[in-house]
């Protein structure tokens, strides 16, 4: 047990290093997937139009909302399936199927590093966002107890064996791009990065109930709000364990089936 703590804390420092070697690109990158969530608020305070809520939000909670689901973005969502199957179609895998380091580990750790790193770059550009959406109301405020911190963990994994189980395509599809590419329209949707859950007609709710996307970053930002308390909000994290543990089943089953086929054709 020890050497394989040791094993994964060395990989989370080579990896921290080089998350740390590219700062610039991954803040650019930061601003890229959240300037949205940035914009959003500008959109929605004009729609109030002198109403106090929209389907349970007023519009503190509305602009706090789209700030806070900017920020656990940055670390939740996973985007891991890309470079894996580039490693599977060009036969790069095989280096890692050779190392006493199993690869799932070092995708965690190359994840966990790279999206704490953005996190962090994060944290002044939220502050700023606050500062100046206070100018026009007052923003609802924020739980970030350890709760909160359990499902961003909790939400993250829920990403990460999602993108992990999409990844083991690649030993079946020639190409992958377009698969990949149509993930996204579900999970952003779904996830409650394009709207709050809440404000979706019914039936959709229903679906965002069924899939794992709501389980990444829609539940811990409603924690920070304070849309979930009590035993609502425990029933909620219970629910990112289980789609944890279900797309772990998946993905090592297709990781399984797949590397018996898998030939290196790359290399």
């Known amino acids: ?12 420092r080579i990896y921290m290093a080089d998350s740390l070697a590219y700062r610039a690109s991954a803040f650019i990158w930061m601003l890229t997937d959240i300037v949205h969530c940035l914009v959003m608020p500008l959109v929605w305070l004009s729609a109030y139009g002198g109403r106090e809520t929209i389907a349970g939000y007023n519009p503190g909670e509305m602009v706090t909302y789209y700030v806070m689901i900017a920020f656990t973005t940055n670390f939740i969502v996973s985007h891991i399936m890309w470079d894996v199957a580039w490693e599977i179609k060009e036969g790069f895998l095989s280096q890692w199927l050779l190392r006493p380091v199993p690869m799932l580990w070092r995708l965690i750790a190359q994840n966990i590093s790279w999206r704490a790193l953005r996190m962090a770059m994060f944290v002044p550009v939220a502050a700023l966002a606050l500062w100046y959406y206070s100018r026009f109301t007052t923003l609802s405020p924020l739980y970030l107890g350890w709760e909160f911190w359990l499902s961003v963990a909790l939400g993250h994994f829920v990403s990460f064996f999602t993108a ?26 779904l996830s409650g990065w394009v709207a709050p859950i809440a404000l979706m ?13 709501r389980y990444t970053t829609a539940v811990p930002v409603e924690i920070a709000i ?19 543990g279900i797309m772990v089943v998946v ?3 297709l990781w399984r089936r797949g590397l018996r086929q898998y030939t290196g054709v790359g290399m």
């Open 201 to 213: 007609p019914s039936w959709l709710q229903v679906v965002a109930m069924a899939f794992p996307f």
């Open 164 to 189: 992990h189980a999409l990844a083991a395509l690649a030993f079946w599809l020639q190409e992958t791009q377009s698969v990949f590419s149509l993930y996204y329209a579900p999970m952003l949707l």
């Open 226 to 244: 304070g849309k979930l308390q009590g035993m609502a909000m425990w029933h909620e994290i219970s629910l990112q364990a289980m789609w944890i």
């Open 251 to 253: 993905g090592q089953l």
């Open 1 to 12: 047990m020890q050497i394989a703590l040791r094993k994964l804390w060395a990989l989370l």
